[in-house]
């Protein structure tokens, strides 16, 4: 049976850091869908249908490479409802460090007495791109600094769009 596997976060935007957990994530699964958050107050600094078709760019190569099938979605709701919906048996989630550990682990062991029937699957950032946060991309682009080591060209051209001021 093909198994699925259901990588939620904000991806506000893509950094280096994701892609590392989506190509080790191929690894694991036979399809992985990407779901974007788009929760009610927690407001992204990029649209919902830019981060998309940022991921959708981004991870061809690990789909082309692997063969892994890489969907994009959004959803509103919990986690574990969203992982189900697209049949996923596994929820992937990145650990960086360990205020990431007791975040993310208590979050598992609640979606689990949830959905006892979704393993959530921890992988460990790579020593390479551990250092990688969205929340420090975006706060280094607005102070004018270089972010061309955290995330790819797209993004960049993204968020300098997100950025400039609409007027
Ligand atoms: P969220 O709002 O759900 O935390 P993020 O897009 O910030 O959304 O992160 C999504 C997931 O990716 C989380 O599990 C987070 O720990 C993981 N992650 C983020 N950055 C990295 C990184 N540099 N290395 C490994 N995992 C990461």
Known sequence: MARTGFYPGSF???TYGHLDIIARAARLVDKLVLGVGVHHGKQALIQAETRIALLEQVTKPISEHTGVKITVTTF???AVDAARKNHAGIIIRGLRDA?????EVQMGQMN??????????????SPATRMIASSLVKQIAKMGGD?????????QEALAKALKPSH
């Open 112 to 125: 689990g007495a949830m959905a006892p029937d979704i393993e959530t699957v921890f992988l460990a950032a």
């Open 99 to 103: 205020t990431d550990f007791d975040y």
């Open 76 to 78: 509103d709701g919990l």
């Open 147 to 155: 972010i061309t080591l955290f995330i790819p060209r797209e993004a």
């Open 12 to 14: 506000d935007p893509v």
